[in-house]
């Protein structure tokens, strides 16, 4: 049974750039939420998908945009890229139909910003 | 403002003692807390989560202790081993639907031999 997957591990860019993270969700999941963990804090939430459309939204600017696929798995894209994205971008996935049921987690993309 | 605090970034214990890690919040709302733990380089792994109608909740050597009036959880992990060496952290979700996770910072526990 595959957990989360996220692709790449590891990615670096320089400021302006554009980038497009991955992430496939645990199996029989069908809701995808991304998180921004900066150094020393707790992640952060960006926003949430559900049959493929944004169904919460956290404070990141619009810069911050994503996908989801029929297939249920997702995409996130940062445009012009600033310094401050450096961070660990994690995924999430649950199941909608079940209240109150833990998200479970991918290992993240490490995103270093030049 | 932070809604979730976890005003203690580290904590040591000796193996086979018990770990008590605190977490507290702002938001009456929020109905259901979850732990997480994280490994360098790995993503967070869900340890054991309480409703909001629930004061405690156990599963094997961990056990979640709730007071909503305090507005105050804590995690009980015993015996601590050195495997239990993690950041972990607290979260909470509010209003009953699968929205997002609010966290806190993380504390840091070592377990020493």
């Known amino acids: 049974d595959a957990g989360v997957t996220q692709s790449p591990t590891h990615l670096i860019k320089t400021r302006g750039q554009q980038v497009t993270l991955r992430c496939s969700p645990k199996s029989g999941h069908d809701t995808v939420s991304w998180y921004q963990q900066a150094l020393g804090q707790g992640p952060q939430f960006i926003f949430q998908?559900?049959?493929?459309?944004?169904?919460q939204r956290g404070n990141f600017p619009d810069r911050f945009s994503g996908h989801q696929f029929p297939n249920y798995s997702s995409e996130l894209n940062v445009n012009a890229l600033l310094l401050g994205d450096s961070a660990l971008y994690l995924c999430?996935?649950?199941?909608?139909?079940?209240?109150?049921?833990?998200?479970?987690f991918g290992d993240g993309t490490r995103l270093s910003i030049l | 403002d932070q809604q979730v605090k976890q005003n203690s970034p580290s904590l040591s214990v000796q193996e086979g003692r018990i770990s008590i890690l605190n977490c507290d919040y702002t938001n009456s709302m929020f109905d259901y807390f979850l732990w997480y733990k994280k490994y360098p380089a790995e993503g967070p792994t869900f340890l054991i989560s309480?409703?909001?109608?629930?004061d405690k909740n156990e599963d094997g050597r961990f056990t979640v202790f709730l007071n909503k009036s305090a507005k105050h959880l804590s995690l009980h992990i015993v015996p601590s081993q050195p495997g239990d060496s993690a950041v972990y952290f607290c979260a909470a979700l509010g209003g009953g639907s699968q929205g997002n996770l609010i966290f806190g910072k993380g504390t840091k526990l070592s377990v020493k031999p």
């Open positions: 998908y559900y049959e493929e459309e944004e169904r």
């Open positions: 999430a996935s649950s199941l909608s139909a079940a209240l109150n049921q833990p998200q479970h």
């Open positions: 309480i409703s909001s109608i629930k």
